[in-house]
């Protein structure tokens, strides 16, 4: 990419999905990179922004269906700037969160190859611009907690006592990676002494053209249906007034009430 400079990875935020949604650096740097390393959420019209002539490789990793091993990640990434190729590692979202940046990081560093971080829209970001809503608000949440809820892997990880205490009061809770079992997340953090009545709302594919909206109380999502994949939920009094285009109404759950 650089003439006589040294080789370099790029590890780039690809954002949610949208390609209006990258940073221009981003957009310049998936244009000019000699390989293109990107992950699987990383969608096909931001892949194909990349040079005819770049080596374009899938290394994604989908609930832990490992096609490929983060050590060889780790070794193609060092082998391509080894060989003067100038390497994006490109990341869904922002490369920080949820990216196992600090591990591409250390390899990178142990090895003496240079490398820079280019951020991303992250999908919690992402979710609420669609939604209108802010993530913070001065009346009611002055923090965001962010948190992975890792259940789409039928991993159990159980941290909702530790959510529920800092959610109590001002604090949006954001879960990436909710999985499937929205119902048993929100009977924990009910159990756990987090108010039913907190708006909660799940979004799945942002910014894509498919995306899906959901908006109800922490009780109501017992009722919501499987949530597409990939998907994010957020919750807190923060996005009481938030635009979702589906709102849970039956029987059994809560109706939220604006
Ligand atoms: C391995 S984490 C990577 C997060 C990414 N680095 C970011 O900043 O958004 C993958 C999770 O991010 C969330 N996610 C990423 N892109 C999304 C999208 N377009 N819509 C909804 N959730 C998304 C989902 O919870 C997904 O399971």
């Not at 899938?58 to 060889?72: D, F, L, P, S, Y």
């Not at 090895?111 to 992402?126: D, L, Q, R, S």
């Not at 991993?155 to 079992?181: F, H, N």
Request: glycine share 10%.
């Amino acid at each position: 990419m650089n003439p006589g400079a040294e080789a370099k990875v790029y590890f780039v935020g690809a954002g949610p999905g949208d390609p209006e949604l990258l940073t221009v650096k981003a957009h310049s740097l998936i244009g000019r990179g000699d390989v293109i390393l990107h992950d699987d959420l990383v969608s096909a019209p931001i892949i194909s922004l990349a040079g005819t002539n770049a080596r374009v490789v899938n290394v994604g990793k989908r609930c832990g269906a490992k096609a490929i091993t983060q050590e060889e990640i780790n070794r193609l990434m060092i082998s391509f700037a080894q060989r003067g190729m100038d390497v994006v590692r490109l990341k869904g979202g922002d490369p920080s969160i949820f990216g196992r940046l600090g591990e591409e990081i250390t390899a990178l560093a142990d090895a003496g190859i240079a490398f820079e971080v280019v951020p991303g829209i992250t999908a919690a970001v992402a979710a609420a611009a669609r939604l209108a809503t802010p993530l913070t608000d001065r009346r009611s949440s002055s923090k965001i907690l962010i948190v992975s809820g890792h259940r789409a892997c039928g991993t159990e990880r159980g941290g909702e006592k530790e959510w529920a205490k800092l959610i109590a009061e001002d604090t949006t809770l954001v879960v990436y990676m909710p999985g499937s079992d929205l119902s048993g997340l929100s009977r924990r953090l009910i159990e756990a002494g987090t108010s039913p009545e907190i708006p909660s709302i799940v979004v799945s594919n942002v910014s894509a053209p498919q995306e899906q909206q959901l908006m109800t109380t922490l009780d109501g999502l017992f009722c919501a249906p499987v949530n597409a994949s990939p998907s994010i939920l957020l919750i807190g009094w923060a996005l009481r007034g938030a635009k979702a285009h589906e709102f849970i109404e039956n029987e059994f759950c809560r109706v939220p009430v604006y």
